[in-house]
């Protein structure tokens, strides 16, 4: 039976909407149902293929849904919740990004026996993690507030870092032959950073401006927040390749971070949006998974998961983490929690493409060795990492504390005697000065 297009992506709507309401039943985390429902659409049942729904339109979908998802997530990254742990986020972005390419690659090259040029660029594109899998995670786990300011960073900003070390790579493949690799990948690597942040920054401080001075009306925050980052988003890529997630990262930051900038009502429209994205694209990447593919790469799939998930990440940590605060726990919390996401995907598919063109036989093996290491990471941290966590005693205990509705001297200390108890303590007030 043939169906229409709109049905179709009405299922996934409903598919997303059951999936998560079934992990809240269940009290588990919804990308295992989202992921399980993905493939039962797709290669199971063969009902749902994104190519033939979506078609030319497929990446470019997704790339504006991850682009929301990133925003909302930056705008949630405020500069004291990082204080004291700033040096670990620091040092895990370079650190961390340098060991789990180089474990990767090696790992690609030498145990699954595919090209150099393949090897790097999985090596580049595995080290993304990202809001999409981090997020709904850290809302089922909930680790104390330390390790998820960590983990939330991480995967915002290791985003664009990602895209912009695949786009290097990419690009010094293509420029090989024509003996300026060097040069071309420091210009295209220049261009990128310099677009991204000088057009990030220069649009957060323009949103926040006009939020400030209500040069919006109320009822167009949210959509002309929304409207306004997507151009800019798409204006970054136009003006440097995939420039685009690094340029709404720094705009995020930047509205964060504004003193006196009305984003509270952004944010729960943002965070709203993103759970409904987040739902779809895990279930549309779960409909491209191509068995036959994964089948293709033997026993030897299973090293390379192993070394990236048990070598490439706790090392990374535990470097990283060279004169800071954390304590061994945390260091064994932190190196088990690192899932693939919608970026690692969209920008996998997109390069394998582009490589099979020029002639790299070994670049369909790209695809279904990230989308198994998004499906690996995702299934085993997210079935593991609430039992870690209470085991390692990183896990917040369950919530409870008190909202004081006035914020006035007599409020304030009663809060203050209350937070010396460790007890969370939350004031409320119509007096913007209280």
Known sequence: ????????????????????????????????????????????????????????????????AVAIILFEGSLTLRYEEIRGHGKMVRNLIPVGSIVTCIIGTLAARWILDVSWEVALLFGAISIVTGPTVIAPLLRSVRPDAKLANILRWEGIIIDPVGALLAVLV???????????????????????????????????????????????????????????????????NEMAHESGLLTVTVMGIWMANMKQVPIDSILEFKESLSVLLISALFIILAARVEFEAIAQLGWGLVAVLALLML???????????????????????????????????????????????????????????????IIATVTLQSLTARPLARLLKVAEPAEYGFLILGANPVARKIGLALKKLEVPVTLADTNWEN
């Open 1 to 64: 039976m043939t169906v229409s297009t709109v049905f179709l992506l009405a299922c996934i709507g409903v598919l997303s909407l059951f999936c998560q309401w079934l992990a809240w039943r269940v009290r588990m985390p919804a990308i295992l149902f989202l992921l399980a429902g993905g493939i039962a659409a797709g290669p199971l049942l063969g009902f749902l293929d994104p190519e033939v729904v979506f078609g030319d339109l497929l990446f470019p979908v997704i790339s504006l």
């Open 170 to 236: 990419f690009e010094g493949i293509v420029s090989w032959g024509q003996g300026n690799v060097f040069s071309h990948s420091l210009y295209i690597f220049g261009k990128t950073l310099a677009v991204g942040f000088l057009i990030g920054a220069v649009a957060g401080w323009l949103n926040g401006i006009a939020l400030r001075k209500h040069l919006l009306p109320q009822y167009l925050h949210n959509a002309g927040t929304l409207t306004f980052m997507l151009g800019v988003y798409a204006l970054s």
């Open 311 to 373: 070598v490439a990440r706790p090392a990374s940590i535990f470097l990283s983490a060279i004169g800071t605060s954390l304590n061994w726990r945390d260091k064994l919390f932190l190196s088990w929690i690192a899932p693939r996401g919608i970026v690692a995907a969209a920008v996998s598919a997109l390069f394998a493409f582009q490589l099979q063109k020029l002639g790299y036989e070994s670049a369909g093996a790209l695809v279904p060795l990230i989308f198994m290491l």
